[in-house]
């Protein structure tokens, strides 16, 4: 099973950027999908950006679409480049591998994915 590495986080001013990386140790063309999921103290961990690495389409949540993106910068490195960010990005960011095809309604539900990083925190203060 690959292991995932996160890194990159960091806090930052309202309308910062930052860039979180993600380094596996093994191809993730092994895997359907690849995903950024974020925590927030309280809060449910949920889905931000996933890829799909048979065709590289991405996908994101509405609460960051037009701010973050999801690239794969090498055939085991993915990054996330978050701008404009918000107090409300604050949160623990994990990069997540799905082993499976997914459904379209589920490529950002955390439970669709088998293997976790172990997290980078994300701070924005206002």
């Known amino acids: 099973q690959v292991q995932l590495v996160e890194s990159g986080g960091g806090s930052v001013e309202t309308g910062g950027s930052l860039t979180l990386s993600c380094v596996a140790s093994?191809?993730?063309?092994?895997?359907?999908?690849m995903g950024w999921f974020r925590q927030a103290p309280g809060k449910e961990r949920e889905g931000v950006a996933a890829?799909?690495?048979?065709?590289?389409?991405t996908y994101y949540a509405d609460s960051v679409k037009g701010r973050f993106t999801f690239r794969a910068d090498a055939k085991n490195t993915l990054t996330l480049q978050m701008t404009s960010l918000k107090p409300e990005d604050t949160a623990m960011y994990y990069c997540?591998?799905?082993?499976?095809?997914?459904?379209?309604?589920?490529?950002?539900?955390?439970?669709?994915?088998?293997?976790w990083g172990q997290g980078t925190q994300v701070t924005v203060s206002s």
């Open positions: 997540a591998a799905a082993n499976r095809p997914l459904q379209v309604a589920h490529r950002l539900t955390p439970r669709e994915y088998n293997t």
């Open positions: 093994g191809p993730i063309y092994n895997y359907y999908y």
């Open positions: 890829m799909n690495i048979g065709s590289s389409n």
